[in-house]
C-alpha cells in the first residue's frame, strides 16, 4: 500500500480507503471481516458518516485495540432519528450525536472532524457564520478533532470552503463522469438516467477546484469514485463503456490534491479488488483510452488530464506531472517559490524536451504536449 500526505494536515493515509456506508446492511460478524481485512491490507483511512447507532458499535468494536492504525473521518451533523438519518445543523441534535460516535468508536479523539454534507455556498456561508463552526473549532481547540474537514459534492462550495482558512480537508465526490457536470446542489443530478448531449469536457469549476486545492495544501479525499456503480455498466454509464473499480481509482487519484479514495466495500473481495490497485500494472490502469474511444467521448477537449498515457519519455520527463505543475502556475499566472521548488526537484524539465513528438501520438485527448513544454519552460525558467 502506497500513501500520501493529505494536504497540510501532515497526516499520511492510504491511497485506498475505505468508505463505510454499505457497512449498514450487514452483521457484526461480517463487518469485523471486512475491516481486518482494510486493515491487512494496509488501508489506514475511514469515513463513517452513518448515524446508525448499530453500524457505528460494529464498526467501532472491530477497531477496537488498534485505534492507532486508523485515520478516522468523523462526520458532525449526521444524526439518528425514529430510526433513520437526519442531517441536522442544530447544536442540541450534533453535540451528542457527536459525543455518541466517540463512545460507539472507543475513543476521545477523531483524526478528522468532517462538517457533515454541506452542498450550496449559502448553507456554508451559515455555518461559517453560525454557532455551528464554533462549536467544531472547540473540539479542535480541545484536541477532541485534530482537523477540520468538510464533506461536499458542489465545486463552488468546495472552493469557498479551501479559500476559507479554517479548512483543512475536503471530502468530495471525483469520477469521470461527475467531473462533466456542472456545479449543483442538487445531488440527484448526478444520479439522473441521462445527463443529455451537453458534455464538452471536464467542468472548469472543477478543474480549478483541484488546482486550487492543491495550491493551497487542501488535501481531498474522495468519494462516489465508482459513481455508486453505474460506471461499471456499458448500458448505465453516460459514456456507453464500462470501466473498471482500478480505472476509477486511477482517475480519481490523478487529479490533483487527492490523497485518498474512500472506496466503498461492503465485502472482503470488494476490499481486495480495491487495494489491488496498489499492484495493477498500467494497462489496468489506462482509463484514458477507454474514454477517448468511447461512443459518448466528452473528454477530447485538448486538456492535460494526467493520465500518464504520454509516457514513456526517451528524456525521462514526468511529462504528467509537469503538465500538473504548469497548470497549477498557469491559474495563479505565475510559478510561486512552493510551484518552483517542486518544479526543480523533477529529474527532468521542461526544457529537457527534444519535441520529437512521441508522446503526443500516445495522448488518447489531443494534447499538445510540445507546445505546454515550451510554455512551462517559459513559466519555470527551464
Known amino acids: 500500500m502506497r500513501y500520501r500526505e493529505l494536504g497540510k494536515t501532515r497526516l499520511k493515509v492510504s491511497e485506498i480507503g475505505l468508505g463505510g456506508e454499505w457497512l ?28 446508525n447507532p448499530k453500524v457505528r458499535s460494529d464498526i467501532g468494536d472491530a477497531m477496537k485495540g488498534s485505534r492507532e492504525h486508523w485515520i478516522i473521518q468523523a462526520h458532525l451533523g449526521s444524526t439518528w432519528k425514529d430510526g433513520q438519518y437526519v442531517r441536522t445543523r442544530e447544536l442540541d441534535k450534533v453535540k451528542p450525536a457527536f459525543e455518541d460516535y466517540l463512545q460507539r468508536f472507543h475513543t476521545d479523539y477523531i483524526d478528522l472532524g468532517m462538517i457533515h454534507f454541506v452542498d450550496s455556498p449559502e448553507e456554508f456561508h451559515q455555518i461559517m457564520d453560525g454557532d455551528f463552526l464554533k462549536y467544531v473549532q472547540s473540539l479542535k481547540a480541545s484536541g477532541t478533532i485534530r482537523h477540520i474537514g468538510m464533506s461536499t459534492h458542489n465545486p463552488v462550495t468546495a472552493k469557498l470552503a479551501a ?6 480537508m475536503i471530502m468530495f465526490s471525483i469520477n469521470p ?22 458534455f464538452t469536457g471536464i467542468d472548469p469549476a ?15 479525499t474522495v468519494m462516489k469514485p465508482y459513481a455508486g456503480g453505474r460506471l461499471f455498466s456499458a448500458q448505465a454509464s453516460p459514456f456507453s463503456v464500462a470501466l473498471t473499480p482500478i480505472q476509477c481509482i486511477h482517475y480519481a487519484l490523478t487529479r490533483p490534491a487527492v490523497a485518498a479514495v474512500m472506496a466503498g466495500s461492503e465485502t472482503i473481495e470488494q ?14 490502469k489506462d482509463y484514458a483510452s477507454v474514454l477517448s ?28 506531472m509537469v503538465g500538473k505543475y504548469y497548470d497549477l502556475a498557469e491559474m ?24 520529437c513528438h512521441a508522446c503526443e501520438k500516445r495522448c ?19
Not at 30 to 44: D, P, Q, S, T
Not at 206 to 220: A, D, F, N, S, V
Not at 271 to 284: L, N
Open 293 to 320: 474511444k468511447a461512443p459518448r467521448n466528452a473528454f477530447s477537449s485538448g486538456k492535460c488530464t494526467y493520465c500518464g498515457h504520454c509516457a514513456p519519455c526517451p528524456k525521462k520527463i514526468d511529462i504528467a
Open 24 to 51: 449498514e446492511r450487514h452483521n457484526t460478524e461480517e463487518v469485523a471481516l471486512v475491516i481486518n481485512a482494510a486493515k491487512e491490507c494496509g488501508i489506514n483511512i475511514l469515513d463513517c458518516w452513518m448515524s
Open 271 to 284: 476490499i481486495h479488488q480495491a487495494a489491488s490497485y496498489e499492484t495493477a500494472t498500467e494497462q489496468e
Open 206 to 220: 472543477r478543474e480549478q477546484l483541484y488546482k486550487l486545492c492543491e495550491e493551497k495544501g487542501i488535501g481531498i
Open 177 to 198: 463522469a461527475f467531473d462533466l457536470l456542472p456545479p449543483t446542489d442538487e445531488l440527484d443530478t448526478y444520479f439522473k438516467e441521462d445527463y443529455g448531449e451537453g
Open 163 to 168: 479559500e476559507s482558512g479554517i479548512v483543512e
Open 364 to 382: 488518447p485527448f489531443g494534447v499538445k504536449i510540445v507546445d505546454r513544454m515550451e510554455r512551462t519552460k517559459q513559466m519555470f525558467g527551464h
Open 332 to 355: 495563479q499566472k505565475q510559478a510561486t517559490p512552493s510551484l518552483q521548488d517542486h518544479y526543480d526537484a523533477l529529474e527532468a524539465h521542461a526544457s529537457d524536451c527534444i519535441k
